[in-house]
Nanobody
Framework: QVQLQESGPGLVEPSQALSLTCTVS??????????WSWIRQPPGKGLEWMGV???????YYNPSLKRRSSISRDTSKNQFSLQLSSVTPEDTAVYYC?????????WGQGTQVTVSS
């Protein structure tokens, strides 16, 4: 059974970079044809897909966030990470990692990130 767990700071100051890591257990992030996404949900709003990294390391981003987003991976640790630069209070959200690109079959529990000084 694949499990995902997000980790990272819960509080980030405006203009700084947000960095989150998703640790995957029970399956390899390099397994053929799987993709691994970051998704967020701001308070009172719907889910927003942020970007994905494929089993082959290829990446794709939500065009609205592409300029500030970077997704990478550490295959030795079976982890993938999100960096979001120049954050503002509008980036306050629960951040999720999930398996999939458009449909998601496994989710982490989510981690709250608040952008505030």
């Amino acid at each position: 059974q694949v499990q995902l767990q997000e980790s990272g700071p819960g509080l980030v100051e405006p203009s700084q970079a947000l960095s989150l890591t998703c640790t995957v257990s029970g399956g390899s992030i390099t397994a053929n044809y799987y993709a691994w996404s970051w998704i967020r949900q701001p308070p009172g709003k719907g889910l927003e897909w942020m970007g994905v990294i494929g089993y082959d390391g290829s990446t794709y981003y939500n065009p609205s966030l592409k300029r500030r987003s970077s997704i990478s991976r550490d295959t030795s640790k079976n982890q993938f990470s999100l960096q979001l630069s120049s954050v503002t209070p509008e980036d306050t959200a629960v951040y999720y990692c999930a398996r999939g690109k458009s449909g998601f079959d496994c989710w982490g529990q989510g981690t709250q990130v608040t952008v505030s000084s």
